[in-house]
């Protein structure tokens, strides 16, 4: 080989070194050759994590090998040109989920929370013409039209056995399966012990303190506690300890003032606003029930209040008659107004976020982020109220005649699915930990829909 050639070949290798080096670095960079414009472009890609873990995935209507599995509980479809991408999940017994995808240079579009609707239901309860219930940790009680009350046979759904607990309505319950408080068709009061298949006459302690059933304005079993019952009446607040069977007066409302319906009920306080006639204003009081003490009165707001709930252990949410929404901090008694034209809210669980229901539309506002949404849903006006889903990046919406799936990122509302028909009047139930939907179809059955995990 002459030296000549030995020169042209090192060169030739130098040459090629630089050019595969510089097209490794491009491509590393994202760059590629689009083959329909024969341009270099940046590429990104689409992460998508579905609802049941292994559904079939197209992309325009292509199909993409779904890759979760134990290491990975999603897909990225990577070098993917830039712009907007059809992607589809669907899997049996699910109805089918469809979403716009923009993929920008660089970037990776995320869909995480890609949750398919369960198509099929299971049946709850043996009892038919269902008028009510409520669940807790896959156990039920039923209420029928002719008034019967019935703890469902837990185990194998559907139940095929019942116990009756009594006649009457269900006016209260606990968050867990401990007490329910049935008013009966006479209008007398008892709480009823599941567990222990026990009851207690509330209307005998209404007497002993001189109080009448109809004085009742609302009762409320303590979520925190199963054995303690809240009694309200215009003028008192009672506390009824179902283990002793005694009923004590904690609070009485001064001449001229009358206690507002809304009690906002944590593990450490008790909430509730005492409305002044003369001076037309609402106060705000907050209570401690372990030291008996008043811990902060000094809010008044003008008119009544609507709605109290928590959203955080020291954060109260405030719903006024004029639909105006507040936040308020109680250790530095700072209001801060969220939004107008409010109906009623719902902060998720951890106080992270809450969701306002308004005439026109939804309004979800983050705490700890800058997320913000709006949805001008259809037939808004007629939304009876919203449920969190448990990735708190979904919410159920009752209507009428139906509820509705809500997906958070989903602006266009191409998901916004139909879970089932409901019966006029009633309230679904959504357990987070059994990730399943309770609902009275409008063949009146206790109907219930596993979502997927």
């Not at 080989?1 to 090192?10: E, G, N, S």
């Not at 369960?118 to 219930?133: D, I, K, L, Q, R």
């Not at 469902?152 to 007490?179: R, W, Y």
Request: net charge negative; aromatic share 12%; no cysteine.
């Amino acid at each position: 080989m002459t030296i000549r050639t030995r020169k042209a070949l090192f060169y030739g290798l130098v040459a090629l070194f630089f050019i595969v080096g510089t097209a490794v670095v491009f491509y590393a960079q994202g760059w590629r050759i689009n083959p329909a414009t024969f341009k270099t472009q940046k590429v990104g890609a689409i992460y998508v994590r579905s609802y049941p873990d292994g559904a079939t995935i197209t992309l325009d209507k292509k199909p993409v090998r779904n890759s979760s599995g134990f290491l990975s509980r999603g897909t990225l479809i990577s070098n993917l040109f830039p712009e907007n991408y059809s992607l589809a999940l669907s899997a049996p017994g699910y109805d089918a989920w469809t979403e716009n995808a923009p993929v920008s240079p660089t970037l990776v579009t995320e869909m995480k929370y890609a949750v398919l609707v369960p198509a099929n239901a299971s049946s709850v309860a043996s009892a038919a013409n269902v008028t009510s219930f409520f669940e807790a940790d896959g156990n039920v009680v039923t209420q029928n039209a002719s008034g019967t009350i019935a703890r469902q046979a837990s185990g194998a759904l559907p139940s095929t056995t019942s116990t009756i607990i009594g006649h009457g309505t269900i006016v209260g319950h606990g968050s867990d399966f401990t007490t329910i408080v049935v008013r009966s068709p006479a209008g007398a009061y008892s709480a009823y012990d599941l567990p222990n298949a026990t009851s207690t006459n509330l209307s005998s302690l209404f007497t002993k303190s001189s109080v009448t059933n109809k004085a009742i304005v609302a009762i409320a079993v303590n979520p925190y506690n199963g054995n303690n019952v809240i009694v309200q009446t215009a003028l008192k607040l009672f506390s009824v300890d179902l283990r002793t069977g005694t009923m004590t007066a904690f609070r009485t409302a001064a001449d001229g003032q009358t206690i507002e319906s809304p009690l906002a009920i944590s593990s450490s306080w008790l909430a509730w606003a005492q409305y002044h006639n003369a001076a037309g204003t609402s106060q705000v009081v907050v209570y401690d029930p372990f030291s008996d003490n008043v811990v902060d009165a000094s809010l008044s707001l003008p008119g009544h209040i609507r709605g109290l709930q928590w959203i955080r252990s020291t954060e109260l949410g405030i719903l006024q008659e004029d639909g105006e929404l507040f936040r308020y901090d109680i250790p530095s008694e700072t209001l801060t107004k969220i939004a107008d034209d409010v109906k009623y809210f719902y902060p998720t669980s951890d106080g992270a976020a809450l969701a306002a229901q308004e005439s026109r539309s939804i309004e979800v506002f983050s705490f700890t982020t800058s997320d913000y949404y709006r949805f001008n849903l259809p037939d808004m006006a007629s939304v009876r109220s919203l449920t969190w889903y448990k990735d708190e990046s979904h919410l159920f919406v009752t209507y009428p005649d139906h509820v509705g799936f809500l997906d958070l990122a989903d602006l266009s509302l191409r998901n916004f699915t139909t879970v089932s028909a409901v019966s006029d009047g009633t309230a679904p139930t959504y357990d987070t930990q059994e990730n399943a939907l309770y609902l009275i179809d409008q063949g009146r059955k206790l109907l219930r829909f596993d979502f997927p995990n």
